[in-house]
């Protein structure tokens, strides 16, 4: 009996080297970061442009709420409302916050307006998004 070759697949000088795959492969990630590294970094942008816009916005609103309170108070008046809007504003971080703060007050015989405009801080150049917050009371009466 004449003893038997072993197949080409058997034979470990003949099986295909792991180490030869990688080679067919180099450089891969490197492309493959060239692709989705842009597209990670604009969803961060996104993300802490998004966070900045609705933090401005909040303060804003706040302020105008905080001034509303202060130009519907029984003895209030319109410029009550501005400065504590304004007050609130600077308090909340300013210029930081909200760049070219703003605030206008109205009141009536039954109600007080105060709205608060200025910019949100942007991370993309030469965009930045307005914002605007109004908000109404009636206004203190004792009868």
Same mark, same amino acid.
Not at 65 to 77: L, N, P, Y
Not at 107 to 128: D, K
């Given at each position: 009996?004449?003893?038997?070759?072993?197949?080409?697949?058997?034979?470990?000088?003949?099986?295909?080297?792991?180490?030869?795959?990688?080679?067919?492969?180099?450089?891969?990630?490197?492309?493959?970061?060239?692709?989705?590294?842009?597209?990670?970094?604009?969803?961060?942008?996104? !993300?802490?442009?998004?966070? @900045?816009?609705?933090? /401005?916005? =909040?303060?804003?609103?706040? #302020?105008? *709420?905080?001034? %509303?309170?202060?130009?519907?108070?029984?003895?209030?008046?319109?410029?009550?409302?501005?400065?504590?809007?304004?007050?609130?504003?600077?308090?909340? !971080?300013?210029?930081?916050? @909200?760049?070219?703060? /703003?605030? =206008?007050?109205?009141?009536? #015989?039954? *109600?007080?307006? %105060?709205?608060?405009?200025?910019?949100?801080?942007?991370?993309?150049?030469?965009?930045?998004?307005?914002?605007?917050?109004?908000?109404?009371?009636?206004?203190?009466?004792?009868?």
């Amino acid at each position: 009996m004449s003893p038997t070759r072993p197949s080409s697949s058997s034979n470990p000088r003949h099986a295909r080297h792991p180490r030869q795959t990688w080679r067919s492969e180099r450089g891969s990630s490197t492309i493959e970061m060239a692709i989705v590294f842009p597209a990670v970094l604009a969803l961060m942008f996104l !993300g802490i442009q998004s966070a @900045l816009y609705f933090h /401005a916005r =909040t303060v804003a609103l706040t #302020a105008a *709420t905080e001034g %509303v309170k202060a130009a519907a108070a029984e003895h209030g008046q319109a410029a009550d409302g501005t400065a504590t809007a304004l007050a609130f504003v600077a308090d909340a !971080g300013g210029d930081d916050v @909200l760049p070219d703060a /703003a605030a =206008t007050a109205t009141t009536s #015989a039954t *109600t007080a307006t %105060v709205q608060v405009t200025g910019h949100s801080m942007s991370v993309i150049p030469g965009w930045t998004p307005d914002i605007t917050a109004t908000a109404t009371a009636p206004r203190e009466a004792l009868r």
